[in-house]
């Protein structure tokens, strides 16, 4: 397996990077602790070195913690951990602090959480409004020159806002969503990262599970799943996005291949996009996805994407934090 340059640095990451939110169970039901424990453990026998957390997974930091564990069990070489700060949990809720002393206090719980004394990636979580820009990127750019972080990262910012940040600190990757319904990006973001040779580490790869196809057309959201807030989930847009599925089913049958596999195969073959964050709570769900990095998609497979994706048309999409 190739391995992909984070940046401009000399750290080297897996093209699927493993999502750590949905071992928290925060908005995922039926997560428990010896599933997430195995989940990673199943991503790192995968091929699996790049692991994206941050504070304010979980409550009190578990995704952090069960990163910690599994790299005292597996060594601390085997992992590149991007962490995020910014943003941290007020009960079941989010609040947003971009302040200095903010950054510096959430880097150096997560490092204890983390059992470790570096991260290789620190990201802006997302935008204080109450915080210039720039003092949050000073404030990352202080923990690289402490050794604590070796690389900054931006997540949930505008390209004028990028612009900002890369001036103080520059950016070594920038983490939006995107996904075959979701390619907002390409219109600005992806651009100036290709540009300033910033890698893009994109979420959302499986657009909350839906482009994994396995959710029925018929399916009946449980009143605590909280993917049913979203447009892709409702109404015609949702049976559009059956539609649509049933073409990739397809394409993937025809190759031997699971549509998951298919969906990610094309993203991480995405210009620019140095890794996909694939989430995962059971460590079937993260072989699935790891198995696209062996992957390659060909002319015909391309052009067949292509053709479902525009007889879909144009999608009603929403990011989020």
């Known amino acids: 397996m190739t391995l992909r340059r984070l940046g401009q640095t000399d750290i080297h990451v897996s093209a699927i990077a493993m999502g750590c939110w949905p071992i928290t169970g925060m908005t995922t039901l039926h997560a428990n602790e010896a599933d997430s424990l195995n989940t990673l453990r199943a991503a790192l026998d995968s ?36 962490t995020k700060g910014g943003l941290h949990r007020v ?20 490092l204890q959480r983390l059992q470790t004394d570096h991260v290789e990636l620190y990201y802006l979580h997302a935008w204080d409004k109450q915080t210039p820009i720039a003092e949050t990127a000073a404030a990352i750019a202080s923990l690289i020159q402490q050794g604590k972080v070796r690389s900054a990262g931006a997540s949930n910012l505008t390209v004028a806002q990028l ?22 990006i390409e219109a600005d973001i992806a651009p100036w990262c ?9 979420y959302w790869p499986l657009m909350k ?52 596999q ?8 995405q210009p620019g996009i140095t890794a996909a964050l694939c989430g995962a709570k059971r460590d079937w769900q ?21 053709g479902a994706l525009q007889r879909r048309g144009p999608t009603v999409s929403r990011g989020a934090v």
């Open 47 to 82: 091929g699996i070195n790049f692991f994206d957390t941050a504070y304010a997974y979980g409550i009190h930091g578990e995704s952090e913690q069960m990163i910690g564990r599994i790299m005292a069990e597996y060594g601390r070489d085997r992992f590149v951990i991007a």
């Open 286 to 306: 993260i072989q699935e996805t790891a198995a696209a990095m062996e992957l390659v998609l060909d002319d015909p497979t391309l052009s067949a994407i292509e």
């Open 209 to 260: 599970g839906l482009l994994a196809g396995k959710l029925p057309r018929d399916h009946q959201f449980d009143p605590a799943d909280g993917r049913a807030k979203y447009p892709m989930f409702q109404g015609q847009e949702w049976q559009k996005n059956q539609d649509f599925l049933d073409d990739l089913k397809a394409i993937a049958s025809g190759l031997e291949m699971t549509v998951a």
């Open 163 to 184: 612009q900002q940040f890369h001036a103080v600190c520059p950016l070594t990757a920038v983490q939006p969503h995107f996904n075959m319904l979701q390619q907002e």
């Open 194 to 202: 290709r540009d300033n040779g910033v890698s893009l580490c994109i």
């Open 91 to 110: 009960g079941r809720g989010q609040d947003y602090d971009g302040r200095p002393e903010t950054i510096q206090r959430e880097c150096e719980e997560s």
């Open 262 to 269: 298919l969906v990610v195969a094309w993203t991480i073959a």
